[in-house]
Structure formats: structure tokens, C-alpha cells
């Protein structure tokens, strides 16, 4: 297949193209340095947000551990009766609605669109600041490749922001 | 760092235009202003070696400049920047770890939804969605009506009112200044 054939396939397929269509978006979650769409990664039942297992480290900053759910020391205790937790064809899923409200995490949805956006944990921004560790974030450069703030180790750094607008 | 959901086409020119050989970041969902709490461009923080802040978000001019009845940034903040490239943890600019959590602790504990729905907002409008986008647009103002970020981002799509809203805004800050002074007193 050449080039230009893949770049169209990828414009029928883009979010863009659908909704501008007014085609059906599917399930999309904006977390925050990715989003998550499709049913086999995200799925909604009852009101709530479920996440396959693989997808919870990169959507939350959460990593499965004995303790429960952790990011560095602060861990999140899983319920025992294991209500956060269930399989559905062959793959595991975590109630992303449930660990957030737990976090009194902000998980919002689009009231018509099945779009939903996962904010930042405050238990995060608190140690955080607390700390005065400058927040990690990835972003693209000019160039579109990927760069950490933690790539910038061992450099003083100014974070300058600013706008076209 | 490019505070612009109008993204690579919105900042190249201006990073081209300053032949810039620093790292040149572009931020479409405003995620700096949300994990920093900043609320206005241009804004700067200092980070050392180790990651750790040594101020704030703060209003970031090279020097003092005047628009209209706009007084933005400090002829000392450069003078300042290069005291601390100079002396490093010497410098008499560096805030204590209890004064920048202090500076940085959310005056408006909206700002996290606030943020979900301006990433909501970007998301729709880029993927053409205009009339959804609208919702979460006004909604994240509403809810961070201090954040001339999420405001003036919005605003930049209509150009032809976006003059009338910022000065319509504007006029509603009263005597409160539209950027706040850096406090660059020496300790």
C-alpha cells in the first residue's frame, strides 16, 4: 500500500473525519498524557468508567502493587469484595469511576458525546507541592518528538510559557 | 513553551521567527497551566537540577512593558534569571520550599474540573465539533473565571470579538491588575 493510501485510510478513520460526518464517536477517554478509545480498552456500564488493567499505569499515574493502587508511596487500597475489579472477554477491567471518586478525582463526561476527561489526582498536586518537586509532564517539541521535563535532570530549567493568541 | 490549542501551525512561525535554539515545546490541552496552577502567558518557573521549583508561576517579561493601562512584568526579573544561572543555590531569588507551596496552593478548588472541561473543549474543536466544544469552553471560565488562559485561547477563534471580550473582561478586574507583580525582593 503507498503512502498516500495509508494517510487516507487514517483520515477516514480520525475522530475529525466521524464527527465532521456526524458519524457515532467511540467511547474516548482524554487522560493525562494520552486518550483511550474503543470498547476493548474502555467500556461504560451503570454510569461508570471501566479501563482495562494495561491501560491504568499510562491513563492514571497508578501502578498495580500488593498495597492496592500506588503511585511512588501513596497507595490506594483496593475493596476487598473486589467491586472495582472484573473480567469481560478474556480481559480485566478497573472501575475508573469508582478509584476516582475515591481520589476525589475529577472524571467528567460529555453530556451528549461518549467522551470523558480524567483530571489531575489532588492527593498528586498535594505531595507534589508539598515537595516543591516541579509536576513531570510529557510533551512534543517543534519537531513532534516526545520530551519529559524529567529528560532535563541535572540542568536548570526555565519554563517559560507563552502564546499566539 | 506554547500555551496553544491552534497547536504547531499556531506557534511555528513565532519560534521560527525567533530562530530559537532552546527546547520549543507546544502544549494544545494547556496542560502546564493546569499541573502548575498558571493563569496568564507569558509565565515562567525556575526548576533546578534536581527538579525541584525555586519560584512559582509568575509573570515573565525580559522587562517592564506597558500596554494601555497594562503594566506587565519587571525590569529586575532578567537581572534576577541570571543571578540564579550565576550562583545556583546562592542566589538571593530562590523561594523555600514552604513559600512556593504556599504562592502555588489553588485559590479555587473548580480549577481541576475547570481543566477537564477546557481538555474536553480543545479536544471537540479540533476534531470539528464546535457547537460541543462551546459547552465545555464556557464552562471551564465559568468555573476558573480567573484564567485568562482558558478565556483568551477561546476567544482567539473569532477574532473579529475577541478585542470586545478582553476588553469587556478587562474592564471587570476593577482596580486588580491583570498580571500580577512578580515579587522578586531578595531574601
Redesign the interface.
Known amino acids: 500500500m503507498k503512502v498516500a493510501s495509508y494517510l487516507l485510510l487514517i483520515a477516514v478513520l480520525s475522530p475529525a473525519a466521524l464527527l465532521a460526518q456526524g458519524e457515532e464517536l467511540e467511547l474516548t477517554l482524554l487522560a493525562a498524557e494520552r486518550s483511550f478509545a474503543g470498547g476493548e480498552t474502555v467500556f461504560v456500564e451503570d454510569d461508570h468508567l471501566w479501563i482495562d488493567l494495561e491501560s491504568v499505569p499510562a491513563a492514571t499515574g497508578f501502578e498495580f502493587k500488593p498495597e492496592g493502587l500506588c503511585s511512588e508511596d501513596l497507595c490506594i487500597p483496593l475493596p476487598a469484595d473486589g467491586t472495582w475489579l472484573r473480567g469481560k472477554e478474556e480481559r480485566r477491567y478497573l472501575d475508573l469511576s469508582a478509584f476516582a471518586e475515591k481520589l476525589g478525582q475529577v472524571l467528567l463526561r460529555d453530556r451528549e458525546l461518549p467522551l470523558w476527561a480524567l483530571a489531575e489526582a489532588p492527593m498528586i498536586r498535594e505531595r507534589n507541592l508539598a515537595s516543591a518537586l516541579a509536576p513531570d509532564f510529557e510533551l512534543p517539541d517543534r519537531s513532534g518528538r516526545a520530551r519529559r521535563l524529567s529528560d532535563f535532570r541535572g540542568k536548570k530549567v526555565l519554563l517559560l510559557t507563552w502564546a499566539s493568541w | 513553551?506554547?500555551?496553544?490549542s491552534?497547536g504547531?501551525e499556531?506557534?511555528?512561525?513565532?519560534?521560527a521567527r525567533a530562530k530559537a535554539e532552546f527546547?520549543?515545546?507546544?502544549?494544545v490541552?494547556h496542560?502546564?497551566?493546569?499541573?502548575?496552577g498558571?493563569i496568564n502567558?507569558?509565565?515562567?518557573?525556575?526548576?533546578?537540577?534536581?527538579?525541584?521549583?525555586l519560584r512559582p508561576p509568575e509573570v515573565?517579561y525580559s522587562e517592564q512593558k506597558i500596554f494601555g493601562s497594562i503594566v506587565a512584568g519587571d525590569d529586575d526579573y532578567v537581572l534576577a534569571?541570571r543571578d540564579?544561572?550565576a550562583k545556583?543555590a546562592e542566589s538571593e531569588y530562590l523561594l523555600p520550599?514552604a513559600e512556593?507551596?504556599r504562592k502555588?496552593?489553588?485559590e479555587n478548588d473548580q480549577r481541576?474540573?475547570a481543566?477537564?472541561?477546557f481538555?474536553?473543549a480543545v479536544?471537540?474543536h479540533?476534531?470539528?465539533?464546535s457547537a460541543?466544544a462551546a459547552?465545555?469552553w464556557q464552562q471551564a471560565q465559568e468555573l476558573d473565571p480567573e484564567n485568562w488562559?482558558y478565556h483568551?485561547?477561546q476567544?482567539?477563534f473569532d477574532p473579529e470579538t475577541?478585542s470586545a471580550k478582553f476588553r469587556a473582561k478587562y474592564r471587570s478586574l476593577g482596580d486588580r491588575p491583570y498580571y500580577r507583580p512578580a515579587e522578586l525582593k531578595k531574601k
Open positions: 513553551m506554547a500555551q496553544d491552534g504547531l499556531a506557534a511555528e512561525p513565532f519560534y527546547t520549543c515545546l507546544i502544549d490541552e496542560r502546564i497551566t493546569a499541573l502548575y498558571m502567558v507569558p509565565s515562567a518557573v525556575w526548576i533546578d537540577e534536581k527538579g525541584q521549583m515573565a534569571l540564579w544561572v545556583g520550599a512556593m507551596a502555588m496552593q489553588a481541576p474540573r481543566d477537564a472541561h481538555r474536553l479536544w471537540l479540533r476534531n470539528g465539533a460541543a459547552r465545555h488562559n483568551r485561547q476567544w482567539s475577541s
